[in-house]
């Protein structure tokens, strides 16, 4: 019986997988949980503290995984306090940084709410910062994503794909709460005209009115390499990974910040990335349920590759040198299936070994 062209396509991709992934490290499950994860950072004491993805309308905002199994963070429960300053209503970002501060960075979506970052110490249990960002930092249409930490140079890099044509950069001083946005509607930030399709089906939000459409989104992976001197990031729907030297990024008038961006390669599909301390990028591949790496030649492939890597969201070092990521089944949310949720438990924690140690907490 002869084979049909797409069953010959099926094949080929799949032995282009497979040769691209020999000798691929094992992925190894850290956890199995009841709840969609969204982004997932493991602090330098090794706690394993996750957003849970505002898609699955979840009852916790933040969670830990610990030896008890999944708890809310943290502890003493900020998503339940009066004060609606400190009120956590759609985390997605979040981060670590050296001294065990987690950074969630709230994009107030779900409470309509202004956009703000919000630090916890978790090493002494206890709020440590709260930063606003009020228009015009962030316009209506806003969908603060990601951040990176700079301790450096005190600053918090976040990205904002808004509304796709506005999308942006946020650059946020840490000692003084100021904030601007930078490169809004630059070629480096804004979506290209591409389809996600996984597992053979493509993406579709359901409108008002019962029609769909295939999203574009804007810059969502963001991550500064292990000395903070360089800032890579890109469009989620793009196939070009961008970076810029952190000194220009702050110290360069606003007018001519797009002349200093660097293409640096090919990427995919993606939405969260990750750097080693050789200068290698670890990329989400929501395509292919992998995770992919860019080498200092600046060439892309598939580094490893698994069925349960369901819409990977997002990558974290841990203390143990480990790379660590989250499954999350996105595509298939109601928000991303055309009104139609067909995810089901589990998702997962998986940890992985990279080809060499990062920051922990990025």
């Known amino acids: 019986?002869?084979?049909?062209?797409?069953?010959?396509?099926?094949l080929i991709l799949g032995a282009v997988a497979l040769a691209a992934c020999d000798g691929a490290p094992e992925l190894s499950e850290v956890a199995a949980i009841d709840?969609?994860?969204g982004n997932i950072?493991?602090?330098?004491?090794k706690r394993i503290i996750f957003s849970l993805h505002q898609f699955f309308e979840p009852d916790w905002r933040v969670a830990e995984w610990t030896d008890k199994g999944l708890q809310p963070f943290p502890t003493s429960d900020i998503a339940s306090a009066k004060d609606p300053d400190v009120t956590l209503h759609s985390v997605l970002g979040i981060q670590s940084d050296s001294q065990g501060v987690v950074w969630m960075l709230d994009n107030g979506m779900r409470g309509g709410a202004v956009p703000k970052l919000v630090a916890w110490d978790t090493r002494n249990n206890k709020l440590h910062r709260i930063i606003e960002l009020p228009q015009p930092i962030t316009p209506p249409d806003a969908f603060v994503n990601d951040l990176a930490v700079d301790e450096t140079h005190g600053k918090i890099f976040i990205s904002d794909p808004a509304g796709g044509g506005n999308a942006a950069l946020i650059v946020v001083d840490i000692a003084s709460g100021g904030a601007k946005r930078v490169l809004q509607g630059h070629d480096s930030v804004v979506p290209e005209d591409r389809d996600m399709v996984i597992d053979g089906e493509p993406v579709e939000i359901k409108q008002p009115d019962g029609s769909t459409v295939r999203p574009r989104v804007g810059v969502n992976p963001i991550a500064l390499d292990a000395k903070n001197e360089w800032l890579y990031?890109?469009?989620?729907?793009?196939g070009s990974l961008y970076r810029i030297a952190v000194s220009d990024l702050i110290d360069t008038e606003a007018k001519s910040l797009g002349e200093k961006v660097e293409r640096y390669g090919r990427k995919p599909i993606s939405d969260g990335i990750s750097i080693d301390n050789d200068g290698n990028i670890y990329v989400t591949d929501v395509e292919n349920n992998a995770v992919g790496v860019i080498d200092r030649s600046t060439e892309y492939r598939i580094y490893l590759t698994d069925p349960r890597l369901s819409w990977p969201d997002a990558l974290s070092f841990g203390p143990d040198n480990r790379l660590y990521t989250v499954s999350n089944q996105l595509h298939r949310s109601a928000v991303l299936h055309a009104g139609v949720e067909t995810a089901t438990p589990p998702f997962y924690i998986f940890s992985f070994k990279p080809l060499a140690g990062g920051v922990?907490?990025?």
Do not use: Q, S
């Not at 019986?1 to 099926?10: D, F, I």
């Not at 950072?41 to 004491?45: A, L």
């Not at 990031?233 to 793009?238: A, I, K, L, V, W």
């Open 1 to 10: 019986m002869l084979r049909t062209r797409r069953a010959w396509t099926a």
């Open 35 to 37: 709840r969609a994860p």
């Open 41 to 45: 950072t493991v602090t330098p004491d």
């Open 233 to 238: 990031y890109g469009p989620m729907h793009g």
């Open 360 to 362: 922990a907490g990025r």
